[in-house]
C-alpha cells in the first residue's frame, strides 16, 4: 500500500508540473506585458521591475524561469489583482470557502437523493418506472445547466417569489467572518439575529444546490441503478436470499455496499464536468465563489486573478480526483490487486 | 435450379447490421436518431428555410410573443426579440452555429485523438508514461476553465471557442483511444496474433482496431452532447459567440434581460439546446446498450 | 419490497418546506436598506472620477464639500463652508469652515482632531500642486479638474486661520462655486493622509476612504457590494438609516429580480423594457426625475477616416436616432438635436434635428472616396442615466449602417476595464454620453468638446477646432446670460457642422424602489443622496 500511495504522489506531483507548464506557457502568451501578466502590477516603478526580473528570473533560462514561476506561486505569491489592486491569494481565500460550501450541499443533495433513487430503479421490475427514472435522468443529463437556473429563478423566484435568486445572504445581515461559510459563521455569529439569518442563508442555497444537484445527481442514479443491478445478481447476494435475510437487509448490508464503489469512481470522473457546471451556477445566482469571481476576472481581463483561479481549481481538481481514486482503491479490495499490472 | 438447404443454417447478421437491430429495437434510441437526422438538415438547410435574416430588425414588431399567444403573429411564429429579430431564423441560424460547430470540433478533436492516442497506445513504457501525466494534467482543466484561459490569450469569439472546446475535447478523446488499446493490447489474442507473425501496423489495424471502435463511437456521442453544451455555455456567459450572433446560448444571454416581460427569448433556445442534446443522448445511450450484447 | 427510500425522502421534504415556511418571514432584519447598484466604483475618492457609478458609490455618501448645490432654490448653499466671501474683482473666494465637524472613525485610523483648514488645503493642493505627494498617486489624474483647467486656474490656496480658506483665481470665473459644489470637489483627511504617508501606503487614501460625510465605508468586496454605516457624529442632519449597503449588480435584468424578491429596495438605471414589469407589481414605484444629460455618438476625430468632416456627416445622416428613441429609451427620453439639454437655460429651441437620410449617406460617403468602410462601436457594458442600454444602441447603428454598407463590429468590455481602455484612445467610434455636474451650461462645452479636455479624457471625440474654442471661452467670461447663451448657441452650430459627436437623446433619469421606499432624493446633477432618504420601518422586511 506504501508504494502505491507514493506512485499516487508522484502523479499528484507530475501533474501538477505539467499544469504549472501550461499555464506558465500562457502567461507568456497573454497579451499584455509579461511583467504585468505575472505580477499585476500595470505601471511599474524601476524598483519594482527590477524585483520582478529577480522574483521571475526573468534574465534567466527558460528552465529557471519556470523554477522561480513555481516557487512564487507555490509559495503563494500570485501578485495583486489588476482590476481591485488587492492581493490575489488575499482575494481567493475570501471566495474559495463560498464555492466549498455549495459544492458540499450540491453534492449531498446529490447522493442523498441519487443513491435511493438508483437503488430503488434498479430493483424495480416495472418496465415503465425504469423507462420513467431513465427518461428523467436523461434529460436532467441533457438540461443546459445555465437554462436550468434561469428557468428555477424565474418559477420560484420571480413568479412564486418563495426563494431568493442571488448571493449568499440578505446583504442587510453583518456576519463576522470567522470559517468563511456562511451556514456556520450565521450560526455561531453573535447577534441577536443569528437565528434568522441562518434561516436566510439556507434559502439562498437552495436555488443553487439545487441547479448545480441535477447534474451529478442523474450521474449518479445511473451509476447506482447500474451497479445495483449488477451486484444484485452476484453468487453472494443469492446466498443472502437463500439465507431469508429480508429485501432491505440484503440491500443495505451486501448490495449497496458494492454497488458505491463504481458510484465513488463516477465522481471522480464527474469533477471536470462538474466545475465547470458549478462555475455557471456561481455566475446565474451571483454566488460569490471562486466561478464567479474567475469569469469577472476574465471580463475585466485581469490575467492575474485568470491565471491564479484556473491554477487553484485544477489543483483542487487534481488533488481530488487522485484523492478518490486512492479512496477507491482503499475501498475496493479487488482494485488493490490488479494494481498497476504494467504501466 | 434453386438449391435447397437440406440443414436448417442459422443466417448470422453481419456485426454492423446486428448493431442496428439492437439500437432500432429501443424506441427512446430511434427517437432519437430521427432527432438528429432532423437537426442535421437544419443545420445543413436552416439558412434556405429561414423567413428572415438572422440579423434583420424590424422596428414595427419587438418582443413579439410567440404565435400560438394571443399576440403574437404568424409571421414571426416564434416570436421577436427586443430589436424585432424573428426568433424563428435566429433559431434555424443558430443550428447551425452551436450544432454544426460542435460536429466540427468533435470531428478535429476526435481525428487528432485518434492518432495520438493510437500511437501512444500501442508505446509502453516511459513515453506512454510522460503522455498519460500530461493527459492527466490537460483533463484536470475543465472545459471552460481551458476555454476561459485560451480567451484571456485570444479574446473572446466564436472561432476561438474552437479551440477551447477542441483543447478540451481532444484529450478525452486520446486518454479513451489510448486506455482501450492498451487493454486490448493485453489480452490473449493479440499474443496469438503476434506468435503468427503479425506486425504491429497489422497487429494494430486487423486485431486491435476492429475491438476498439464501440468506444470510439461512444466517446464520439459524449464529446458532441458536452460540446454543444460547452459552446453555448460560453456564449451565455459572453465568452463565446458575441452578440448578435444567432449562437443559441449567446441568444439566451440576450434573452436574459427580457427575462421577465418576453420569456420566450430565453425558453426557446433554451428548449433548443436541450432538444439537441438529448437527442444525442438518446442515441449514445442507445449506441451503448446496442453494443453491449456484442461486447460480451 | 421495503425499501428505506420513502422515509429520508419524507425527512427531505418536511426539512425543506419547515425552511420555507419559517424562512419567508425572516423575523429580525437589521435596519438599513440595499441599493442594487451597476457596477464597481473605479475609486473611492470621486475626486479621481468622471463616472456616475463612482460618484453614487463615493461623493454622495462618504464625503462632503464645502458648498452645495439645492437644485429645489437654484441655488449654492453651504455645506463645510458655512459662509463665503467673493472680493470685488471677483479673483479671490474666501470661505468661513464649520467648526466641530468629525471625520469618519475606522479600523485604520481614528481621527485626533476635527475638520478644519489644513483638510481644505490638503485636499484642493492634491489636485492643484504636482510636486505635492498625493498628486501622482491618482493614475487616472483629476479627470473632471482636469477638464475644466482647475490647476490652472488657481494662483493660491491659502490658510487664514484655522477656520478660514482663501482660494485666489487667475481670472474671474463664472462657474466657480458651480464647480466647487459640484459631486468631484470632496474633502479628505490631512491627518488620514499623513499617517498613510508615514506608513508608505499613500494610495490607502483612495481605497479605504476617510470623509465627513453622513455614512462611512466599513466594507467593500469587489463585485459584490460595498457596506456603509451610519457616521454618528455627522455634522448635518442624521440619517435614518442606520445601514446602507450598495449590491453591485451589473445586470439591469438581475437588479429588477432583486428588486420584486425585495433583496434590494432601491434600484439603479432600469432598461426602458423593463418598465412595463414594475407596473404588475403593487409594491414597486418607478421614480423619474429630470435629469441634465445627453448621450452621443462619439468620432475618435484623430483617427481616420473619422478626421473627414464628410464621412461624420455621412455617418450622422445614417442612424435613425427615432428608431433608437422608441428601442431604447421608449418614453423617457427626448432626441437630443445639439447638446444642451432643454431644461438647460441656454437650450436653443429652434435648432433643427438632424435628418435621417441613408441614401445623401452614401452619397457623401462616395464622394469621400471610402469604400467598405468598417469600423468599431465602443459601447459602454452598464446602463447610464443618460442611455439605459448602449449594447443595444449599438445593434440599432449596426444595422442602420449596414445599409449604406458599413461594417460594424461592436466592442465592449467590464465597465472599468472600459474606462481603462477608452483612456489609450485606441477606438474609432464610442457610445457614451455626459451627466451635468452643475447647472452652468459651460458643464457641456468644456467638457466635452474643448482642446483642453483631450488630455483629462473627457473629450471622447478629440476634437479640437479654434474657433470653437473662442467662443466657449468668452462665453465662460461672461456675465451676462443672454449674451452667454447667444454663444452657446454658436457654439452649437460649428458642432453641427464640424458633427464630432451625434448626440442622441437627453433621458430622464429612472430609479426603481419599493413602496415602503419614501421619495428619493436624487439631484439632476449627482446621483443618489441615501442620507435624505426615508423608509417606513413596518414593512422594511419581505
Not at chain 1, 447577534?191 to 437552495?206: C, R
Not at chain 3, 490658510?159 to 459631486?183: C, G, M, Q, R, W
Request: aromatic share 10%; net charge negative.
Amino acid at each position: 500500500m506504501a508504494k502505491y500511495l507514493l506512485r499516487r504522489l508522484n502523479l499528484f506531483l507530475a501533474t501538477s508540473a505539467v499544469l504549472m507548464l501550461v499555464l506558465f506557457l500562457a502567461t507568456r502568451m497573454f497579451p499584455v506585458d509579461l511583467g504585468v501578466a505575472l505580477t499585476g502590477v500595470e505601471q511599474p516603478t524601476q524598483e519594482q521591475q527590477q524585483q520582478t526580473i529577480k522574483a521571475y528570473a526573468l534574465d534567466g533560462s527558460g528552465f529557471s524561469q519556470y523554477v522561480a514561476f513555481l516557487q512564487q506561486r507555490l509559495g503563494g505569491n500570485m501578485g495583486i489583482s489588476m482590476t481591485s489592486q488587492q492581493s490575489v491569494a488575499g482575494e481567493l481565500v475570501d471566495v474559495l470557502p463560498a464555492s466549498f460550501e455549495l459544492i458540499i450541499v450540491t453534492s449531498l443533495m446529490a447522493l442523498a437523493l441519487g443513491i435511493p433513487i438508483g437503488v430503488l430503479a434498479a430493483l424495480s421490475n416495472s418496465k415503465a418506472t425504469q423507462n420513467v427514472i431513465m427518461a428523467l435522468t436523461l434529460t436532467g443529463y441533457s438540461i443546459p445547466v445555465f437554462w436550468l437556473g434561469l428557468s428555477l429563478s424565474l418559477w420560484f423566484g420571480v413568479k412564486l417569489g418563495w426563494l431568493p435568486i442571488s448571493g449568499q445572504l440578505n446583504l442587510l445581515y453583518e456576519i463576522p467572518r470567522v470559517t468563511g461559510f456562511v451556514l456556520i459563521d450565521t450560526l455561531i455569529a453573535d447577534t441577536p439575529y443569528s437565528m434568522s439569518a441562518f434561516k436566510d442563508a439556507v434559502l439562498h442555497i437552495i436555488l443553487p444546490a439545487t441547479t448545480l444537484a441535477v447534474f451529478p445527481f442523474t450521474v449518479v442514479v445511473r451509476i447506482t441503478r447500474a451497479a445495483m443491478a449488477n451486484v444484485m445478481t452476484q453468487t453472494y447476494v443469492r446466498a443472502a436470499e437463500a439465507r431469508g435475510l429480508s429485501t432491505a437487509m440484503i440491500v443495505l448490508r451486501h448490495a449497496l455496499p458494492n454497488a458505491l464503489i463504481p458510484v465513488l469512481k463516477s465522481m471522480g470522473l464527474m469533477l471536470g464536468a462538474f466545475t465547470s457546471y458549478a462555475i455557471v451556477v456561481e455566475v446565474i445566482f451571483s454566488w460569490p465563489g471562486v466561478g464567479a469571481w474567475l469569469v469577472q476576472g476574465i471580463y475585466q481581463r485581469d490575467y492575474t486573478v485568470i491565471q491564479s483561479g484556473i491554477m487553484v481549481v485544477a489543483l483542487l481538481i487534481i488533488f481530488m480526483s487522485i484523492l478518490i481514486d486512492v479512496l477507491h482503491t482503499a475501498t475496493n479490495p479487488l482494485s488493490r490487486k490488479e494494481l498497476y499490472a504494467t504501466n | 435450379m434453386p438449391r435447397i438447404s437440406i440443414y436448417q443454417e442459422d443466417h448470422i447478421p453481419s456485426p454492423s447490421r446486428r448493431l442496428w437491430e439492437a439500437f432500432s429495437a429501443n424506441p427512446f434510441a430511434l427517437a432519437g436518431f430521427w432527432a438528429v437526422i432532423f437537426l442535421l438538415i437544419i443545420a445543413l438547410f436552416g439558412p434556405l428555410i429561414a423567413p428572415y435574416s438572422p440579423e434583420m430588425q424590424d422596428p414595427k414588431a419587438m418582443l413579439l410573443p410567440p404565435s400560438w399567444d394571443p399576440a403574437g403573429t404568424v409571421e414571426h411564429f416564434l416570436g421577436t426579440d427586443d430589436l424585432g429579430r424573428d426568433i424563428f431564423s435566429r433559431l434555424l441560424y443558430g443550428a447551425q452555429l452551436t450544432f454544426g460547430m460542435a460536429l466540427l470540433i468533435v470531428a478535429t478533436a476526435l481525428g487528432l485523438g485518434f492518432v495520438i492516442g493510437a500511437l501512444s497506445g500501442m508505446t509502453r513504457g516511459l513515453k506512454s508514461s510522460v503522455l498519460s501525466h500530461l493527459l492527466d494534467a490537460l483533463l484536470s482543466i475543465p472545459s471552460l476553465l481551458m476555454a476561459i484561459l485560451v480567451v484571456a490569450v485570444t479574446g473572446p469569439g466564436l472561432e476561438n471557442i474552437f479551440w477551447a472546446v477542441g483543447l478540451a475535447l481532444t484529450p478525452q478523446f486520446v486518454r479513451a483511444i489510448h486506455q482501450a488499446i492498451h487493454e486490448e493490447l493485453q489480452k490473449e489474442y493479440v499474443t496469438a496474433a503476434r506468435l503468427d507473425g503479425a506486425n504491429s501496423l497489422q497487429i494494430f489495424w486487423y486485431v486491435i482496431m476492429p475491438n476498439v471502435w464501440d468506444t470510439v463511437i461512444i466517446q464520439t456521442t459524449l464529446a458532441i452532447s458536452a460540446a454543444i453544451l460547452d459552446i453555448a455555455a460560453l456564449g451565455f456567459l459572453g465568452l463565446g459567440a458575441q452578440a448578435p450572433s444567432p449562437e443559441w446560448g449567446a441568444m439566451v444571454s440576450q434573452g436574459v434581460d427580457n427575462l421577465l416581460i418576453a420569456p420566450w427569448l430565453v425558453t426557446l433556445p433554451g428548449l433548443a439546446i436541450l432538444f439537441t442534446v438529448l437527442a444525442i443522448n438518446l442515441v449514445g445511450d442507445g449506441l451503448r446498450s446496442a453494443l453491449t450484447p456484442i461486447r460480451n | 419490497m421495503r425499501l428505506p427510500t420513502p422515509r429520508w425522502r419524507h425527512a427531505i421534504t418536511a426539512l425543506c418546506l419547515t425552511a420555507l415556511a419559517t424562512g419567508c418571514t425572516p423575523e429580525q432584519v437589521p435596519a438599513g436598506l440595499v441599493y442594487c447598484s451597476e457596477g464597481n466604483p473605479e475609486s473611492f475618492n470621486p475626486q479621481l472620477s468622471t463616472s456616475g457609478t463612482t460618484l453614487d458609490a463615493t461623493s454622495n455618501q462618504i464625503y462632503s464639500r464645502l458648498v452645495d448645490y439645492a437644485a429645489d432654490k437654484g441655488a449654492i448653499v453651504p455645506a463645510l463652508a458655512t459662509n463665503w466671501h467673493i472680493s470685488e474683482d471677483g479673483l479671490v473666494y474666501n470661505f468661513t469652515l464649520r467648526q466641530g465637524v468629525q471625520f469618519h472613525n475606522s479600523e485604520r485610523f481614528t481621527p485626533s482632531r476635527t475638520f478644519n483648514a489644513d483638510d481644505v488645503i490638503f485636499s484642493f493642493q492634491r489636485i492643484v500642486d504636482d510636486k505635492h505627494p498625493f498628486h501622482a498617486i491618482s493614475k487616472t489624474g483629476y479627470p473632471f479638474f482636469d477638464s475644466i483647467g482647475f490647476a490652472s486656474q488657481i494662483t493660491s490656496i491659502d490658510k487664514i486661520s484655522d477656520y478660514e480658506v482663501a482660494f485666489t483665481l487667475h481670472d474671474p470665473d463664472a462657474s466657480f462655486l458651480s464647480n466647487l459644489s459640484s459631486a468631484f470637489a470632496v474633502v479628505l483627511s490631512k491627518e488620514y493622509g499623513d499617517q498613510l504617508l508615514l506608513a508608505g501606503r499613500p494610495e490607502l487614501i483612495d481605497q479605504y476612504p476617510i470623509g465627513t460625510g453622513p455614512f462611512s465605508m466599513t466594507e467593500y468586496v469587489k463585485n459584490d457590494h460595498i457596506r456603509y454605516h451610519r457616521h454618528p457624529e455627522f455634522w448635518g442632519k442624521s440619517p435614518q438609516l442606520e445601514m446602507l449597503v450598495f449590491d453591485i449588480t451589473p445586470k439591469s435584468g438581475t437588479r429588477l429580480v432583486k428588486l420584486i424578491t425585495g433583496d434590494c429596495s432601491v434600484s439603479a438605471l432600469p432598461k426602458a423594457g423593463e418598465l412595463p414589469v414594475i407596473e404588475l407589481h403593487e409594491t414597486l414605484q418607478v421614480q423619474s426625475d429630470p435629469a441634465m444629460n445627453v448621450a452621443y455618438w462619439s468620432f475618435n476625430t484623430q483617427k481616420p477616416p473619422f478626421d473627414n468632416v464628410d464621412v461624420r456627416q455621412a455617418l450622422a445622416m445614417a442612424i435613425d436616432k427615432q428608431n433608437i428613441l422608441r428601442a431604447v429609451y421608449r418614453d423617457t427620453g427626448v432626441e437630443a438635436r445639439g447638446i444642451l439639454p432643454p431644461s438647460s437655460w441656454a437650450y436653443n429651441d429652434s435648432l433643427k434635428a438632424q435628418e435621417y437620410d441613408p441614401k445623401q449617406a452614401m452619397k457623401l460617403l462616395e464622394q469621400a472616396g471610402i469604400k467598405n468602410l468598417e469600423l468599431d462601436i465602443w459601447a459602454m457594458p452598464v446602463g447610464r442615466s443618460y442611455n439605459p442600454n448602449s449594447l443595444k444602441t449599438a445593434e440599432l447603428i449596426q444595422s442602420d449602417l449596414a445599409n449604406i454598407g458599413v461594417k460594424v463590429n461592436i466592442v465592449s468590455y467590464g465597465w472599468s476595464v472600459f474606462t481603462q481602455k477608452l483612456n489609450q484612445s485606441d477606438y474609432d467610434t464610442v457610445l457614451i454620453g455626459w451627466n451635468a455636474d452643475n447647472s452652468d451650461p459651460d458643464n457641456f462645452f468644456t467638457p466635452l468638446l474643448s482642446c483642453g479636455s483631450i488630455a483629462s479624457g473627457t473629450n471622447r471625440s478629440r476634437w479640437c477646432n479654434t474657433e470653437f474654442e473662442e467662443i466657449i471661452s468668452q462665453a465662460r467670461q461672461n456675465t451676462s446670460k443672454l449674451e452667454r447663451a447667444t454663444l452657446y448657441q454658436e457654439a452649437e452650430g460649428i458642432m453641427k457642422s464640424q458633427m464630432p459627436l451625434v448626440s442622441l437623446a437627453h433621458a430622464q433619469k429612472q430609479t426603481l424602489k419599493r413602496d415602503n421606499v419614501m421619495q428619493l432624493p436624487v439631484s439632476p446633477f449627482g446621483g443618489i443622496a441615501f442620507a435624505d432618504l426615508t423608509i417606513k420601518i413596518a414593512e422594511t422586511a419581505n
